[in-house]
């Protein structure tokens, strides 16, 4: 117990006073980050496709288990000299501040935390210790027996009044700490900016643009359904007064933007697709939205890009970098974005706050950077974005493949004979989607009947309605042909490392 309530005591404390010098250096926090990290590839891929947007959950509840075991076996090893648990607690220390001190935006306050904890951590095992009944050798407890035990009543006392007193002490920092590291101010000081109104508003939804009646998604995805992947334990805190982005490298001239100069700037509003490279065939990581920003081609014209310079180089506010070929980012036809506004509202903070970048056609690792701080005009020999580093190796370029999937029916779900209805979407950002079929149990393609196109960035909805199927167990499978004439390729790959390929397939019951 001694060993469990003095590392919940280092914690709390270094949370606290981590939420009132250093909110985004909790050393927790920092622990959790720095084990995402160090996870292995396949282990990262698999906690991201099992738990999906709970990873995150899943991580924190994990690291505090194995702290609680090793706080444990911690002070089972104290029990005749407190030197185990001492030593555990400072390697911990250790751990807690080389965690924070291997964070990209390392600044020395960032040490006052896992300092804190440091000293709460000893000072609540130290008293602990002291109180604690200690487990006398066989003859005295017989001799404390005898002599009626008053000694014993006293120091259990002591120990539960100063146990009660240390884990209330951890609950209510812990507590203040989970306030103050919280995200409260930056969501009051989103709330006050207001909804938001495009210079150039995008052409309104068209009717008929989804089959949700049949089971599609909604055209737009509300914010709060928007899919989220990302390596953030906690989210980066900025306000827009904070907010900077320097634009700089191969250009004639570097600039420094701030939250007034963005919001001078003339603003255009887009409706676009988003997908992660992640996503597993038929899988849920790709949402449609109104996104409102600047269009980075013309920020970079006025600056002047320099011969050569082909890769633009992204870094969010917490060293997360992405690498986008210099090539796209300046494409008349589709518009890079700086976005500040997802459907009108300012970017929710989880998708980036105040400000994100957006690049039609490609996928989010290597282009779609939240929390934008810094704009480099390099190549790619000179720089490696996150992803593409060692070892995780994903691709350099990532085009979004064209693709489709089956929402309707689900999995295994039964459905009567003579309503069959089969409905999803497809997508091929910028290309736009020319057609989709879907065939059962392996028989002829039946063209589906396509929803209204709202443009070639988005994804499109398709249903068909298939009734005269025998009852029983039913395959149904489906693709995609782009504009350019491509049909989705049957070859199932996994989405390591470009993306995944092949026709999304499922299983129904019929009857
Ligand atoms: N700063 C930062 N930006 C990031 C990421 C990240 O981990 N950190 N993940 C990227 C990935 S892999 C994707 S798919 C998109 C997801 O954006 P969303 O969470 O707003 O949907 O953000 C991209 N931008
Ligand atoms: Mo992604």
């Known amino acids: 117990m001694i060993g469990v309530l003095s590392v919940a005591a280092a914690l709390s404390v270094g949370h606290l006073v981590a939420g009132l010098v250093a909110p985004t250096a909790s050393p927790f926090f920092a622990v959790g980050n720095g084990a995402i990290d160090l996870t292995p590839t396949p282990l990262k891929n698999f906690a991201v496709r099992t738990f999906g947007n709970n990873d995150k959950l899943v991580l924190l509840l994990g690291m505090a288990l194995v702290l609680a075991i090793v706080a444990l076996v911690g002070g089972l090893l104290s029990r005749r000299s407190p030197r185990p648990g ?64 008053d000694d014993r009543g006293v120091s259990r006392r002591g120990m539960l009044v100063g146990s ?75 306000t827009p007064e904070e907010w900077e982005l320097r634009i700089h490298g ?80 300046l494409d008349p036809e589709n518009d890079t974005l700086l976005v500040y506004a997802m459907n009108r509202e ?66 295994f779900e039964r459905v009567p004979a003579d309503q069959l209805t089969l409905a999803g979407v497809a997508w091929a950002p910028t290309v736009g989607i020319e057609r989709v079929e879907v065939r059962v149990d392996g028989g002829a393609w039946m063209p589906a009947e396509l929803a209204t196109e709202v443009n070639r960035t988005t994804w499109r909805m398709w249903k068909l309605a298939v009734p005269g199927l025998q009852p029983g167990l039913r395959t149904a499978e489906v693709r995609a042909t782009d504009r350019s004439g491509y049909v989705q390729t049957p070859e199932r790959v996994p989405p390591i490392p470009d993306g995944a390929t092949g026709w999304h397939t499922i299983r129904f019951n019929v009857g």
């Open 346 to 411: 300012p970017l929710p903070i989880e998708h980036g706050f105040p400000v994100r970048m957006f690049v039609p056609g490609l996928y989010g690792y290597i282009s779609a950077t939240k929390w934008i701080t810094d704009m480099e005009l390099t190549t790619f020999e000179d720089q490696t974005a996150y992803w593409v580093q060692e070892p995780r190796n994903w691709g350099r370029f990532g085009p979004i493949k064209t693709m489709s999937r089956i929402d309707s029916p689900g999995s």
């Open 164 to 238: 009660a007193a240390v884990a209330a002490g951890a609950g209510l920092a812990g507590y203040g700490g989970y306030v103050l590291t919280g995200t409260g101010n930056i969501e009051a000081a989103r709330r006050r900016l207001g909804s938001v109104v495009p210079d150039e508003p995008a052409p309104p939804i068209p009717a008929g643009a989804d089959f949700a009646a049949v089971g599609t998604p909604t055209f737009i995805t509300p914010n709060s359904e928007f899919y989220r992947v990302d390596i953030n334990l906690q989210l980066p805190q900025l």
């Open 250 to 329: 191969m250009v004639d001239r570097e600039i420094t933007l701030n939250w007034d100069d963005l919001m001078a700037m003339r603003s255009v509003e887009r409706t676009v697709t988003q997908v992660c490279v992640s996503n597993e065939l038929g899988g849920p990581y790709i949402s449609t939205t109104n996104y409102t920003g600047v269009r980075v081609r013309d920020l970079l014209a006025e600056l002047g890009v320099r011969d050569g310079a082909n890769q633009v180089f992204t870094t969010s506010v917490d060293g997360w970098t992405a690498g986008t070929p210099t090539e796209t980012v």
């Open 86 to 149: 001492l030593t555990l607690i400072v390697v911990l220390g250790i751990v807690g501040a080389v965690a924070v001190i291997a964070r990209p935006t390392f600044g020395v306050v960032d040490l006052v935390a896992p300092a804190a904890s440091l000293v709460a951590g000893v000072g609540a095992f130290l008293l602990l210790y002291r109180l604690a009944p200690r487990p006398a050798a066989g003859g005295a407890r017989h001799a404390s027996r005898a002599t009626g035990g």
